[in-house]
Structures are given as C-alpha cells and as structure tokens.
DNA sequence: TTGATTGTTACCGG
DNA sequence: TCCGGTAACAATCA
C-alpha cells in the first residue's frame, strides 16, 4: 500500500515508541509462531527503513525483515489493545503500544548477511542522506526501458512507488515513454531533486499520501494530485489519459501519450510555479 | 460477489 | 541479455 515516505514514517513512529523496549511477539493466526517464540521477551533496539523495506533489529544480529506490499497495514493500539483482527499477522506489544501488523507481503526473520543482501538488491532511497543518485543514473542512462518504469524498479529508484512516479514525471514535463538511455541528465537530475523534495516533506507531514498535501503548487488549486486518477490537467484542463503498462495503470497527459516517437516535450509550464 | 489496487516476484516468449 | 507481459500472492473497499 505505501510508497516510501510512509515506509520510513512508519519506521520513526514505531522507533519512537518501541527502542529499547522489550516487547512480547505473538502470532493470533499461528502463521509466526516459532519466529514469535525467538523474538518474545526481548528488546528491540531500533526500527529503520530503506526503500519500501522495514528492519527491526534484535540482539545478536537477528532482524525482523517486513514488506507491505499491496494489502500490508499497521494498527497501533495504545494499551488496552482490542483483540487481534483475524488478519493480524504478528503482534508485538510494550507496556504501553500494540503493534499489529496485518497482510504483509513479506514478514521474516533474517540474520546480518540476509538484511545486507536486500539492501544491496535497493538502488539509492532519495529519504535516505548517503543516497547517491549516481546509482540510479548509471542503471537509468543504460537502459533502454521507459522512463515510466525505470521509475518503479526499487533496484534504480527505492521507495518510489506509482502515484509518485505520474506526478513527477507530469510536474517535470517528461514523457513517460522515454527510454532511460534517452533520458537528459538534467531531466534526470530534476527528477532525482523532485523526488528528494516531495518525499522528505511526506515523512514529515505526517500520514502523508497525497502529493496535494505536499506541492504548494498543487495545494492552491485544492487537488489531491496532478494526474493521478484524475481525467484532466489542473491548469490547462488537458485531457490526462491511461494506459496499463508493467501491469500497473500510468497516469499522464495523452498528449504525452500520444507524441509517437518518445521525447521529453518542452512544454510551456502554465501556472505552475517550481519551488 | 467481482474487480481493482500507493507491490513484488517468478516465469515465459520475442 | 534485455524487455514486456502475465499470473500469483493477499487484504480491503467500492
């Protein structure tokens, strides 16, 4: 479900709650049950996010490794926790929270190396300070796959996900059939800084999920977003069309869409200010 | 009940 | 090899 603002908005709120904390792991459904039993009664020291992916770190280089891939969800429950939904996962509780983790795509536990090796498999995550977009150029620069979905490879771009990918190649007026190879370094690099922009400004908004709660831009015409499940352009009334691609819909202007031979298109920026 | 989804992976064919 | 398409997984909502 979400892209990586909320990823690493969730890794900061439970980290607040739950370092240091010894917690009690149990699994309602019986589908955790001996990796609940190893982590019971001991202390999680930190929670951090790459990309999508979540950490938790236990004594002795032990992790609990989750993913949430399309259905995953957090419930935090302070301390009277109701009863466990029936798609509660794992719970893990201090004296005072409850976490439930319900649906994840992936909830496992792995040593060191493990968690080094999804790491290595992320390019750099914008949310992170020793990202470097260097990574992503080269993978991007070389390929010859569209922009659209070099945009959603976690390997080039990590913790991108699909509302961000429409609304940044919209707001920097690239067209989503770019092959990477074709792509200007410095379309490239404003993509990179819209990213680094809008995503920092997501985790620190709070449950941020809507790009309209983080462009100013935007925000003045009261959207939710610029293309994204929308039908027309917030400015020019343009028509937005989609299209399914990599199995998942894209969003863009269909004159973008429609340009043939793919070309980033120097359109006239029209009542749309850029920071 | 059906279909779609802010996601990922494996597999297949061109 | 690279690239694009498909199915599978799964919880929730309209």
């Excluded at 190396?113 to 390019?123: M, S």
């Amino acid at each position: 479900m979400p892209e990586g603002h909320t990823v690493h908005r969730y890794a900061r709120q439970q980290h607040a709650h739950f370092a240091g904390q010894r917690v009690r792991v149990t699994s309602p459904q019986g589908r955790f049950e001996a990796e609940a039993a190893r982590l019971h009664g001991k202390t999680l020291r930190a929670v951090e996010a790459w990309g999508k992916h979540l950490f938790y770190a236990f004594p002795k280089g032990l992790w609990l490794h989750v993913h949430l891939g399309m259905a995953g969800k957090f419930d935090l429950h302070t301390h009277p926790a109701p009863p466990p939904r029936e798609s509660v996962r794992v719970r893990i509780a201090t004296k005072g929270y409850t976490l439930d983790l319900r649906g994840p795509n992936t909830c496992r536990l792995i040593g060191d190396e493990d968690r080094v090796a999804v790491i290595d498999r992320l390019g750099p995550d914008p949310l992170r300070p020793d990202a470097d977009p260097e990574q992503a150029w080269e993978k991007v620069r070389k390929s010859r796959r569209k922009i659209a979905l070099l945009l959603m490879d976690q390997a080039i771009f990590a913790g991108v996900g699909n509302i961000y990918r429409a609304e940044v190649l919209f707001v920097e007026r690239i067209n989503p059939h770019l092959p990477g190879c074709d792509l200007p370094r410095d379309a490239f690099d404003r993509i990179w800084a819209r990213l680094v922009t809008w995503l920092r400004l997501g985790v620190e908004s709070g449950r941020i999920i809507t790009v309209g709660e983080v462009d100013p831009a935007l925000a003045k015409t009261g959207r939710r977003f610029f293309v994204y499940k929308e039908t027309a352009c917030p400015y020019t009334g343009a028509a937005i069309t989609s299209w399914k691609e990599g199995g998942r819909m894209v969003y863009a202007l269909a004159v973008e869409s429609a340009l043939g031979p793919a070309r980033v298109k120097p359109m006239p920026v029209v009542g749309l200010e850029t920071d």
